[in-house]
């Protein structure tokens, strides 16, 4: 059954029960398909027993058949101090709480953050990169039940984690089980707050939080690299941490901000390290003067080639080879290369277009280069 994401009905629950199918037979390539053409031509599908047997609606969840339990009591079920060890939920119990973060830009991949009143946790759950954000029940801000019967806890790595077992880790939540543990509360989305702390106010006890940290700026050591890998975060006091940015990220190549501001994260943990995850790079925006009363630079030109090479000039001297862009990884770049099919000599110049530098006191060229 295929239906487009722009459907004025994409975003409604399909029918869990059993009956007649109503729509448009169609074909691509070899795959039959049904097309549904309006909602209500599937209002029949509501007859239970369901063919496998199931005799009542398995996507609703009645509150009333389980008890509700804050985030801190699930937590108290792991016993043990040690990592990676799990322990099965057999009491019959649910937790309430907010989406926080899921995997729109894919620095969070196969998980989503979820907060109460007493604390947050990280939900593991089995949905290709960035599925999980185009469910209506993971959106930012809906509110979450988690029908934890039959699920796992854990502290992988020293974060509490919920989701199935696998081996020594806390495993994901299939895909064709999400329906069975992941509930929407039928609440809408509301705007989540953040918890507002410092560096040095990180404890175990804010890890899985959304938090505001300000007045933080980049070290030093990071200006001018990109958010991809472990950047150093620092304040005026000298206290560091971690922000943690996928490789992955739709900003992970994006560079950092050179000055000092507010940022948005969640708090995560690995072998006892803290770290930042930050679900867009305008968790990060840091523009004002640093620490030492710095300005940053403003970048007057920036181009990362992601629209070929636009307003540059090519200049080609000698040899057949010229310049063209390309992309590796989801990395956009510019590429002269003299080999096809054998090496031969070339003379290709690649000129950008002019940079008005009047009123500027100075200026600098950065720019990444790989050659073979």
Not at 324 to 342: D, V
Request: proline share 3%; aromatic share 10%; hydrophobic share 35%.
């Amino acid at each position: 059954v295929r239906n487009s994401g722009f459907a004025s009905f994409a975003s409604q629950t399909i029918p869990s029960g059993k009956g007649d199918f109503i729509g448009i037979l169609s074909k691509y390539n070899s795959s039959i398909q049904l097309y549904i053409n309006k909602v209500s031509d599937l209002s029949g599908m509501k007859n239970f027993p369901r063919k496998d047997g199931l005799t009542a609606d398995p996507c609703s969840f009645d509150p009333t058949t389980a008890t509700l339990k804050s985030i801190a009591d699930v937590k108290k079920l792991v016993t043990s101090t040690s990592n990676n060890s799990n322990v099965l939920i057999s009491d019959n119990i649910y937790i309430k709480a907010k989406v926080t973060a899921n995997d729109e830009t894919a620095n969070i991949y196969r998980f989503v953050y979820t907060e109460d009143a007493t604390g947050g946790i990280r939900v593991n759950i089995n949905k290709a990169s960035k599925a999980i954000s185009q469910d209506p029940r993971f959106k930012v801000g809906k509110t979450l039940i988690v029908n934890l019967k039959g699920l796992y806890i854990g502290r992988y790595n020293g974060e509490f984690q919920i989701g199935t077992q696998s081996g020594a880790s806390v495993g994901f939540i299939a895909d064709a089980d999400v329906y069975k543990y992941l509930f929407d509360a039928k609440e809408g989305i509301t705007t989540i707050t953040p918890t507002e702390i410092k560096i040095a106010d990180i404890t175990p006890d804010v890890v899985g939080k959304w938090v505001k940290i300000k007045n933080v700026q980049f070290a030093d050591s990071e200006l001018g690299n990109t958010f991809s890998g472990n950047r150093i975060l620092v304040d005026c006091s000298g206290n560091k941490v971690i922000v943690r940015t996928n490789t992955q990220a739709s900003f992970a190549n994006a560079m950092l901000d050179s000055g000092k501001g507010d940022i948005y994260a969640i708090v995560s943990v690995y072998n006892g390290t803290y770290q930042l995850i930050i679900p867009h790079q305008y968790n990060a925006d840091l523009d004002g003067a640093r620490c030492d009363g710095t300005v940053p630079p403003s970048i007057i030109f920036w181009d990362a080639f992601d629209a070929g090479l636009g307003s540059w000039t090519t200049v080609n001297v000698e040899g057949e080879q010229v310049w063209t862009t390309s992309i590796t990884s989801g990395n956009n770049y510019a590429k002269m290369s003299g080999y096809a099919s054998g090496n031969f000599a070339n003379e290709d110049w690649l000129i950008s277009p002019e940079v008005n530098l009047n009123g500027y006191k100075s200026a600098f060229v950065s720019l990444d280069s790989d050659y073979n």
